[in-house]
């Protein structure tokens, strides 16, 4: 199996000390690429870091809604520097999460404004954070250009996931999807289409089953990758077939 870990945070030191380990670990069950994703300026220079030092690995650069309160306009300059890194493959994770209170409503709606301003400048493909916050999210996207988006971790509901695919959006599929309570994901996986879901462990958070509550890590994606097969009744090589193309078509690894 050829699989690729399309989100998570190797970059969080603390969670990875030894990130040479976790990559070493995910390619021997199959993961050949894994896209490190950044939360603010920091994080994000990190990601471009482990970019450059090992081959398996790419980044997506940008302020998590999350971060908002502590972010200021020229914090872009940076970001627009990281982004134009070979290895940066999209701008992310950016967008809302009204689940979580660290930022103000008001924070968050200028740093997501300010970062689609310069993806569409840049034409980077993003990858979003959306919690609690879907139908806001769209209505801010529907009135703009559309870019290629993907929604990370997945967790609206179906009128969300129809509205996104109107978008022509890519679905990221998480732990959740092993969950014995989800099966409402289960049932909007089922019926989207297949080309548009990836896979993606967000370690060191949500640990599918049987790990649950553990620190999570990308050689643990091959369970996601199962549970999705089984959500969309085709067998994990297929899946695992189905969600490497869809990386591959979603991020340009080449450029
Ligand atoms: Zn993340």
Not at 21 to 48: C, F, N
Not at 175 to 204: F, M, N
Not at 217 to 231: C, F, Q, R, V
């Given at each position: 199996?050829?699989?690729?870990?399309?989100?998570?945070?190797?970059?969080?030191a603390?969670?990875?000390?030894?990130?040479?380990?976790?990559?070493?670990?995910?390619?021997g069950?199959g993961?050949?690429?894994?896209?490190v994703v950044?939360?603010d300026?920091?994080?994000?220079?990190?990601a471009?870091?482990?970019?450059d030092?090992f081959d398996?690995?790419?980044?997506?650069?940008?302020?998590h809604?999350?971060y908002?309160?502590?972010?200021k306009?020229?914090?872009?300059?940076?970001?627009?520097?990281?982004?134009?890194?070979p290895?940066?493959?999209?701008?992310?994770e950016?967008?809302?999460?009204?689940y979580r209170?660290?930022?103000?409503?008001?924070?968050?709606?200028?740093?997501?404004?300010e970062?689609?301003?310069?993806?569409e400048?840049?034409?980077?493909?993003?990858?979003?954070?959306?919690?609690?916050?879907?139908?806001?999210?769209?209505?801010i996207?529907?009135k703009?250009?559309?870019?290629?988006y993907l929604?990370?971790?997945?967790?609206?509901?179906?009128?969300?996931?129809k509205?996104?695919?109107?978008?022509?959006?890519?679905?990221?599929?998480?732990?959740?999807?092993?969950?014995?309570?989800?099966?409402?994901?289960?049932?909007?996986?089922?019926?989207?289409?297949k080309?548009?879901?990836?896979?993606?462990?967000?370690?060191?958070?949500?640990?599918?089953?049987?790990?649950?509550g553990?620190?999570?890590?990308?050689a643990?994606?091959?369970y996601?990758?199962?549970?999705?097969?089984?959500?969309?009744?085709?067998?994990?090589?297929?899946c695992?077939?189905?969600?490497?193309?869809?990386?591959?078509r979603?991020?340009?690894?080449?450029?």
């Amino acid at each position: 199996m050829r699989l690729i870990d399309t989100h998570c945070h190797l970059n969080d030191a603390e969670a990875f000390p030894d990130p040479a380990a976790a990559v070493e670990e995910a390619a021997g069950v199959g993961i050949e690429k894994l896209i490190v994703v950044g939360v603010d300026t920091e994080s994000s220079q990190r990601a471009v870091e482990l970019a450059d030092q090992f081959d398996a690995v790419y980044a997506v650069v940008g302020w998590h809604p999350n971060y908002a309160s502590d972010y200021k306009t020229s914090e872009l300059v940076e970001i627009e520097r990281l982004l134009a890194h070979p290895k940066t493959v999209a701008l992310g994770e950016i967008g809302l999460d009204f689940y979580r209170d660290h930022a103000t409503m008001e924070e968050q709606h200028k740093c997501v404004l300010e970062q689609l301003d310069l993806a569409e400048s840049t034409g980077a493909p993003i990858v979003f954070h959306c919690r609690d916050a879907y139908p806001q999210l769209l209505d801010i996207l529907e009135k703009r250009k559309v870019l290629p988006y993907l929604f990370h971790c997945f967790a609206g509901c179906a009128d969300d996931a129809k509205r996104c695919l109107a978008l022509e959006s890519y679905f990221g599929v998480d732990g959740p999807v092993t969950y014995k309570r989800s099966d409402e994901l289960r049932e909007i996986l089922g019926w989207l289409p297949k080309e548009k879901l990836l896979i993606e462990t967000d370690a060191p958070w949500m640990s599918p089953i049987p790990f649950r509550g553990k620190r999570n890590k990308p050689a643990w994606l091959t369970y996601i990758n199962s549970g999705l097969a089984d959500a969309i009744s085709v067998n994990p090589a297929e899946c695992a077939e189905i969600t490497t193309a869809n990386a591959e078509r979603f991020f340009d690894f080449s450029r």
